[in-house]
């Protein structure tokens, strides 16, 4: 269960007395709440410019979107995590049950790429930021080549080898 508040604006950081009682109350139930202001979640979408988002939500003492925060307190009660392909045309974002083996998680892009799998070429997302992607990812030793039995992390960009 997921309880969503919906506060005044001015309450939107730090929730206000009655987001107060639903977060007690869903602790005891064994849920998860979370603060948003539908107000604020509206001007925001009007906002095209990143960085005049991250400027506004400071302003307001918020570091995210409500709606980052109901997606990651979504994905951690279904437990699943988010592993990423990436290569010269896209980069995508797939889901997965946390405690999914490589095989699994790419038999989410393709069934054909689970029953053919032969290994994972892994690079931590942090890795991959740090080193300004694949390719000074893999000239600073931090791609992995993973087997049948890794289990994939939150954040993997996964590269797989497959036969068909």
Not at 30 to 36: D, F, K, Q
Not at 40 to 65: D, N, S
Not at 71 to 79: C, N, S, V, W
Request: with cysteine; glycine share 10%; proline share 2%.
């Amino acid at each position: 269960m997921l309880y969503v508040c919906n506060v005044e604006e001015q309450a939107a950081a730090s929730g206000n007395a009655w987001s107060t009682k639903v977060e007690e109350r869903a602790k005891a139930e064994g849920a998860a709440s979370v603060v948003i202001s539908a107000a604020i979640e509206a001007e925001i979408a009007q906002i095209a410019a990143p960085e005049e988002k991250r400027e506004f939500l400071a302003a307001i003492g918020l570091t995210e979107p409500g709606l980052a925060r109901v997606i990651r307190a979504g994905y951690k009660l279904l437990d699943l995590i988010t592993f990423f392909t990436a290569g010269p045309k896209e980069a995508k974002a797939w889901t997965v049950r946390r405690g999914a083996k490589a095989p699994e998680a790419a038999g989410v892009i393709h069934t054909d790429f689970e029953r053919g799998f032969i290994r994972a070429e892994t690079i931590a997302y942090a890795d991959f930021v740090a080193c300004g992607g694949e390719q000074g990812a893999k000239e600073a030793g931090k791609m992995r080549s993973e087997g049948k039995d890794y289990v994939v992390q939150d954040g993997d960009v996964m590269h797989f080898r497959f036969n068909v």
